[in-house]
């Protein structure tokens, strides 16, 4: 009787633990239901190609095959929709209509857009997925597209090279009015489920000016289901946004529906995943650098072993 008095208590704790952390959601960010645990439900987020990576400058590998892209249609307004949503994860924006693709940049298949959201933490220090050089940035944008061979996103998503992402991180500057139409929404997609539709910008405005310096490597979906067909471009350039913007993100928008307590969609970041057998490539010869130490100069790890030595050798003798 104690025994199973005791296992109903244990599911009914876990129960509410989710329901607290989650809001019903079957993968998310909290404890419970936290990046740790996705791939007891999905596998493929437990394979050996996951996303995202920390880039590592200094072993970068040069490609020159890694050229420009040739965007088309992101400058357009014409016969494009945009639909904005909460999914109790992040802000999402969904792209329909004309169609927006890229190509180039070192791969030979054609991309569509099918939708770009946010990644971002609950301070500047952290908030990025991908990180450089171990160091993070408070928010990161992934513009997800999908193979043109394909005739849908959900068609593509498991094919190997199926989805192209790009990826751009973001640093604390001025307002960037860019991202007004985004923001100056957040009221209307408050909490999860929430939606609404924009009007249409120029995709391409978001963007910072140099996209001719990337990394590039295959990885997966940072969520759920954790698909192993993503290429990876990673723009050295960041985009610059303001700290009352970052916190419109942080605290404007909530994970839980409207008739639940508010909590903030901040920190929905999954951790840095082992690169394993996979090399990060490089588009030009700027991006491939050796870490700069705090005092703003090179320090090779020898010095630093022959300055300690050095030390020891005066308070012992």
């Known amino acids: ?22 809001s019903g959601n079957e993968w998310g960010y909290e404890p419970g239901i936290g990046p740790s645990t996705w791939s007891l439900h999905y596998p493929q987020c437990g394979g050996s190609s996951q996303s995202p990576i920390s880039v ?57 857009a099918k939708q770009f959201h946010f990644h971002w933490g609950s301070e500047d220090r952290r908030g990025s997925e991908h990180d450089i050089n171990d160091n993070h940035f408070p928010m990161e944008m992934h513009v997800v597209h999908y193979n043109s061979k394909y005739d849908t996103f959900e068609d593509a998503v498991n094919e190997t090279n199926g989805l192209h992402v790009l990826a751009f991180l973001f640093e604390v500057g001025t307002v960037n009015h860019h991202f007004d139409e985004i923001i100056h929404h957040f009221y209307q997609i408050a909490h999860k489920a ?61 994970r839980n529906y409207a008739n639940e307590t508010d909590r903030d969609i901040s920190n929905d970041f999954r951790p840095t995943q082992h690169l394993n057998h996979r090399f990060v490539y490089a588009s030009d010869t700027s991006a491939i650098y050796k870490p700069i130490s705090a005092s703003g100069t090179l320090v090779p790890s020898s010095i630093c072993i022959i300055a300690i030595i050095f030390l020891l050798f005066v308070f012992t003798w």
């Not at 244990?10 to 989710?18: G, P, R, Y």
């Not at 978001?206 to 490597?217: Q, W």
Request: charged share 15%; with cysteine; hydrophobic share 40%.
């Open 1 to 22: 009787m104690c025994g199973s008095v005791s296992v109903c208590l244990s599911v009914f704790a876990a129960w509410i633990a989710i329901a607290e952390s989650g």
């Open 56 to 112: 590592d400058t200094a072993s970068a590998v040069l490609d020159k095959n890694l050229t420009a892209f040739t965007f088309s249609g992101y400058d357009n307004v014409n016969n494009i929709s945009m639909s904005m949503k909460n999914n109790g994860h992040t802000v999402q924006i969904d792209l329909t209509g004309k169609l927006m693709t890229i190509s180039g940049g070192g791969v030979s298949d054609i991309y569509r």
């Open 194 to 254: 929430d939606h609404v539709n924009l009007t249409t910008f120029p995709l391409s405005g978001l963007f910072p000016g140099d996209l001719k310096v990337y990394y590039r490597y295959h990885g997966s979906l940072t969520t759920p289901p954790c698909s192993e067909s993503v290429i990876w471009t990673i723009f050295k350039e960041t985009i610059k946004i303001s700290e009352d913007q970052l916190m419109k993100f942080r605290h404007n928008v909530h």
